[in-house]
Nanobody, 115 residues
Framework: QVQLVESGGGLVQTGESLRLSCAAS????????MGWYRQAPGKQRELVAT???????NYADSVKGRFTISRDTSKNTVYLQMNSLTPEDTAVYYC?????????WGQGTQVTVSS
């Protein structure tokens, strides 16, 4: 069973940065892509950023230019560098991995941005 363990969430002020990490229990290249999603209170879960096995990235318009997704394949870990955070970025952030029609999710990590 695939396990995804997130870390790096916390409480920061507007304009500050955080880096989230997601460590997978299986090799990165066993997935077609991995990514980050978030869910704010009262809202649906939404895409933040994804990275494919080929290194292609995709970002939500709301985070383009502020967030960067990256990977360390030797550690089977995906990162999300978040800069210039605003209160609108407050949410539970989930790591996800996808392959062959299956999807796997981490337990989530809380990111809170105070004004």
């Amino acid at each position: 069973q695939v396990q995804l363990v997130e870390s790096g969430g916390g409480l920061v002020q507007t304009g500050e940065s955080l880096r989230l990490s997601c460590a997978a229990s299986e090799r990165f290249f066993s997935f077609s892509s991995m990514g980050w999603y978030r869910q704010a209170p009262g809202k649906q879960r939404e895409l933040v950023a994804t990275i494919t096995v080929f290194g292609s990235t995709n970002y939500a318009d709301s985070v383009k230019g502020r967030f960067t997704i990256s990977r360390d394949t030797s550690k089977n870990t995906v990162y999300l560098q978040m800069n210039s955070l605003t209160p609108e970025d407050t949410a539970v952030y989930y790591c996800a991995a996808f392959r062959r029609g299956s999807d796997y999710w981490g337990q989530g990590t809380q990111v809170t941005v105070s004004s």
